[in-house]
């Protein structure tokens, strides 16, 4: 593994912030993390790039055309390929570039988001899906990769890197604010709650957590968390708050209000003061159509 010299001493100072030359109107940023991984972002998905002693695994591979520049900034930090890509789900924006990456033999998904991918991984790689956990080993470097159920999409993975204490969660969570599920690929709102909880309860040891979206947090003032990361602790109370809004949503339907009346009405706990609530009544719309379609759901 290959550190080159400007980077070098940037990692000493504890923060990398490479300038390397990009595909014109791409523009990646790279940023160290801790213990060869690094944060990579081009304003609008991020993805993480883990350094093992047998190249690089890739931590969502953005959209489609944006590998060659994610490349070149790797090149910029070490001369380790990229062996090996996880998608947190199929959506375009974090898998669209899986082909992109030559080297990566194998792409990692769960089962559920591999059969959303019409397209193949591309001449010589290999999609290896997996059910509820599965461990990821590259270079005696072990990732662990979870599924616990709908809610972003019915195949949203959380990769843990233990060695850093950190997990890497997708759109699961992307801020504090109200979540987005997508429905047409097989999201819950109604599951989602649920979903977070288990992460919540059988995720230990992680520390920091890093999301699918949002700038790099040394970039934003007075965001709290470790060096400024959400911790789990941040996570579990995302996934109360979930839930505190999906019951008062669905009290709010079996009452027979409309869902202009229950935005209009919503009130969340003081606790969640600072969560933004902005685009409350499409998410209402959401999940008052998932409660008419549910079977067990009675007004």
Same mark, same amino acid.
């Given at each position: 593994m290959r550190l080159n010299t400007a980077a070098a001493i940037l990692l000493a100072l504890g923060t990398v912030r490479v300038a $390397?030359?990009?595909?014109?109107?791409?523009?990646?940023? =790279?940023?160290? #993390?801790?213990?060869?991984? /690094?944060?990579?972002?081009?304003? !609008?998905?991020?993805?993480?790039?883990?350094? @093992?002693?047998?190249?690089?695994? #890739? #931590? *969502? =591979?953005?959209?489609?055309?944006?590998?060659?520049?994610?490349?070149?900034?790797?090149?910029?930090?070490?001369?380790?390929?990229?062996?090996?890509?996880?998608?947190?789900?199929?959506?375009? *924006? $974090?898998?669209?570039?899986?082909?992109? /990456?030559?080297?990566?033999?194998?792409?990692?998904?769960?089962?559920?988001?591999? !059969? +959303?991918?019409?397209r193949s991984a591309g001449a010589g790689k290999t999609f290896k899906t997996f059910s509820d956990h599965m461990p990821v080993t590259v270079g005696k470097r072990t990732l662990h990769v979870y599924y616990f159920g709908k809610g972003h999409t019915d195949g949203d993975a959380i990769v843990v890197i233990p060695d850093i204490k950190a997990a890497y969660v997708g759109d699961l969570f992307a801020e504090k604010a109200l979540p987005i599920v997508d429905p047409a690929s097989?999201?819950?709102?109604l599951a989602l709650p649920e979903t977070l909880a288990r992460a919540a309860r059988e995720i230990t040891g992680v520390a920091r957590v890093v999301t699918g979206h949002g700038r790099w947090p040394g970039s934003k003032p007075n965001t709290g968390g470790l060096q400024g990361w959400y911790?789990?602790? *941040?996570? !579990?109370?995302?996934?109360?708050? @979930?839930?505190?809004?999906?019951? =008062?949503? @669905? =009290?709010?339907?079996?009452?027979?209000?409309?869902?202009?009346?229950?935005?209009?009405?919503? +009130?969340?706990?003081?606790?969640?003061?600072? /969560?933004?609530?902005?685009?409350a009544k499409a998410m209402i719309e959401t999940i008052f159509n998932e409660l008419k379609q549910s079977p067990a759901a009675k007004r």
């Open positions: $390397h030359a990009q595909p014109p109107g791409r523009v990646v940023e =790279a940023y160290f #993390l801790s213990n060869e991984v /690094y944060f990579l972002t081009n304003g !609008r998905s991020n993805a993480l790039g883990v350094v @093992t002693a047998d190249g690089i695994v #890739l #931590l *969502d =591979a953005m959209a489609a055309g944006w590998g060659p520049a994610v490349l070149d900034k790797l090149q910029g930090l070490t001369d380790m390929p990229v062996t090996a890509i996880i998608n947190t789900h199929a959506h375009e *924006d $974090h898998a669209g570039a899986d082909a992109e /990456y030559p080297e990566a033999a194998q792409i990692v998904i769960h089962e559920n988001s591999r !059969r +959303r991918l019409a097989g999201g819950s709102a911790t789990w602790n *941040d996570f !579990r109370e995302y996934a109360e708050f @979930t839930r505190k809004f999906v019951d =008062a949503v @669905t =009290a709010g339907w079996k009452n027979g209000r409309t869902s202009e009346q229950v935005a209009s009405e919503l +009130r969340m706990p003081e606790k969640y003061k600072d /969560y933004r609530l902005d685009g």
